[in-house]
């Protein structure tokens, strides 16, 4: 069975400082491992995936996301923070396609 | 290109009554899936349809939901005798199929709310 854990429901920042969001997996499988973001009352849209290729991966506005087999993990990160950045971030896992399991998300709060 | 589309955006009904919810899928992607987004449950797989294939019903909470994919493109989700627990964000996703390294393209959500 597949399940996702964001270690943190809320993580403040202020504009220009690192971003760090931290998410843990469990997975039977080798699992492909994607970030989306959510802005207020907007869909859902794709960050970044892990697919097995290389392990660093980088996505759209900057965000990239290391994924740690060892630890299980697949944390997003971003070196500098934008008030743009503001949103709800959600890690999910896919062991097979046909199914995602989506983590709680994490609140992005940034300040000037 | 066009992405994925649902209408209507916003849904109020009284408790009773039956919905349906549309949802446009992105040209030539084989595969569709609803979820249902809310404040305790979070993102909840609902159904998900792949081609001709019969759809996999396992998430749908109740045999009150239903629903139908026509001609392999547009998809109804159903919801009959609404119940106030069913208020939430419903979001449409398709895909080019189910790999899982293919990535699920998500619509704006209807969100419902039942009075």
């Known amino acids: 069975a597949q399940s996702v854990t964001q270690l943190d429901s809320h993580v403040s920042v202020s504009e220009g400082t690192p971003v760090l969001l931290r998410c843990n997996y469990s997975?039977?499988?080798?699992?492909?491992l994607f970030w989306y973001v959510q802005h207020p009352n907007k869909g859902l849209q794709l960050l970044l995936k892990y697919t097995s290729a290389a392990t660093l991966v980088k996505g759209i506005n900057g965000f990239e996301a290391e994924f740690k087999k060892s630890e299980t993990s697949f944390h997003l990160t971003k070196p500098s923070a934008h008030m743009s950045d503001a949103a709800e971030y959600f890690c999910v896992v896919s062991e097979k396609g046909s199914t995602l399991t989506f983590g709680k998300g994490t609140m992005l709060l940034v300040s000037p | 290109g066009a992405g994925v589309s649902q209408s209507p955006s916003n849904k109020v009904t009284e408790k009773g009554k039956d919905v349906e919810l549309r949802c446009d899928p992105i040209s030539g992607h084989t595969a569709l899936y609803w979820y249902r987004q809310s404040l305790g449950q979070g993102l909840e797989f609902l159904i998900y349809?792949?081609?001709?294939?019969?759809?996999?019903k396992s998430g749908l909470p109740s045999d009150r939901f239903s629903a139908e994919r026509t001609g392999g493109s547009v998809s109804t989700l159903t919801i009959q005798r609404t119940q106030q627990e069913d208020s939430a964000v419903y979001l449409c996703?398709?895909?080019?199929?189910?790999?899982?390294?293919?990535?699920?393209?998500f619509g704006p959500g209807t969100r419902l709310t039942v009075t």
């Open positions: 997975s039977s499988y080798s699992p492909s």
């Open positions: 349809f792949q081609g001709n294939s019969a759809p996999d």
């Open positions: 996703a398709s895909s080019l199929g189910l790999a899982k390294t293919y990535e699920q393209y």
